[in-house]
């Protein structure tokens, strides 16, 4: 079995090689039927990739799927020249970092810009270790109080939490890492998601955008958002729903449409929240803290569709420390 996954780690290392190859030598040099024939070639071999994994690694293949769309989108990104920083394209090693950033990258303009993103990057690093302190405060919770999973509303808090904390404090070593090491910035992925006031600004402002920028630029202003706001706000929730759906598919081999339905609701409310926000000359409706609280209910209430299924994959609400 170690044989038979060190074979398929090496394929999935093998095809990535070859795509990113393929991406910086053709495809963002290549036009009409070549540019498209080189991007479905790219993407197709990329998403295929935790498709290669055992069916039972569910927690490896979500992670790699997740990995794979992020740079599906770099490689769209490329190919359409849409890129947030178009020094990254001029060699191979800097296109690699470009593709491996967990965020929108920049190249320093200067050795002083590149030493104080370094002491950021650092700063970053200590705030995603922090974060892991409520974590472990939150899996000790769960572990000495099991019975709280049988609450759906603190088991569905408790995962959003764990959720939060974990990830963003993950992906905050992560990215501060690279720009300590490199002095690249590297953009914020989460800004205080846990204080959003509505799903505007939650998805707009405030939760992956990493994603919400790729979005931005592949889908939006092609759809000119701007004068036509519903159309791209409705296309890019529907490519969210579908490449949600790819990550369920990609861990667990099926889907019940969770995600899709996460995603109806969340693409309605956003949708009515701007038709009313537009209607009152872009006076919010609450108080800020009524406005916080109340998003976080409707968040909660909405997270089952999201959540089921990854944890059918990751069933971390199920660990416990001893």
């Known amino acids: 079995m170690q044989n038979t996954i060190l074979w398929e780690l090496a394929e999935i290392t093998a095809i990535f090689s070859l795509c990113?190859?393929?991406?910086?030598?053709?495809?963002?040099?290549?036009?009409?039927?070549?540019?498209?024939?080189?991007?479905?070639?790219?993407?197709?071999?990329?998403?295929?990739l935790p498709l290669l994994l055992p069916s039972n690694y569910t927690g490896t293949r979500m992670a790699i799927a997740c990995f794979s769309l992020l740079t599906t989108l770099r490689f769209l990104e490329t190919a359409y020249h849409r890129y947030p920083d178009p020094k990254l394209q001029n060699s191979l090693l800097t296109y690699i970092k470009y593709l491996m950033a967990v965020s929108d990258v920049y190249a320093p303009k200067s050795e002083k810009e590149r030493a104080k993103n370094r002491r950021l990057g650092y700063k970053r690093m200590g705030r995603g270790l922090l974060k892991q302190i409520p974590?472990?405060?939150?899996?000790?919770?769960?572990?000495?109080?099991p019975l709280i999973h049988n609450v759906i509303f603190i088991h569905l808090s408790w995962v959003l939490l764990v959720s939060y904390f974990c990830v963003t404090g993950c992906l905050d070593i992560g990215s501060g890492f690279g720009m300590a090491r490199d002095g690249y910035k590297t953009m914020e992925i989460f800004n205080n998601s846990l204080f959003a006031t509505s799903p505007r600004d939650f998805w707009s402002r405030r939760w992956n955008l990493t994603f919400r920028n790729s979005m931005h630029r592949l889908i939006f202003i092609p759809l000119n958002g701007a004068t036509k706001p519903v159309l791209a706000v409705t296309s890019i929730f529907v490519f969210s729903a579908i490449l949600h759906e790819y990550i369920v598919i990609a861990a667990i081999g099926y889907t019940?449409?969770?995600?899709?339905?996460?995603?109806?609701?969340?693409?309605?409310?956003?949708?009515?929240q701007g038709f009313m926000l537009h209607k009152r000359s872009n006076r919010p409706l609450f108080k800020k803290p009524v406005a916080i609280a109340l998003h976080n209910l409707w968040f909660i209430g909405t997270s089952y569709w999201f959540f089921t299924p990854f944890l059918t994959a990751v069933p971390f609400d199920t660990w416990r420390l001893w």
């Open 256 to 272: 019940k449409g969770h995600m899709t339905i996460f995603f109806i609701l969340h693409g309605v409310a956003t949708m009515a």
């Open 20 to 48: 990113t190859l393929l991406s910086h030598f053709w495809v963002r040099h290549a036009i009409g039927w070549k540019r498209a024939l080189g991007c479905i070639t790219v993407c197709a071999g990329v998403l295929s």
């Open 135 to 145: 974590t472990l405060l939150l899996f000790s919770l769960s572990t000495a109080y």
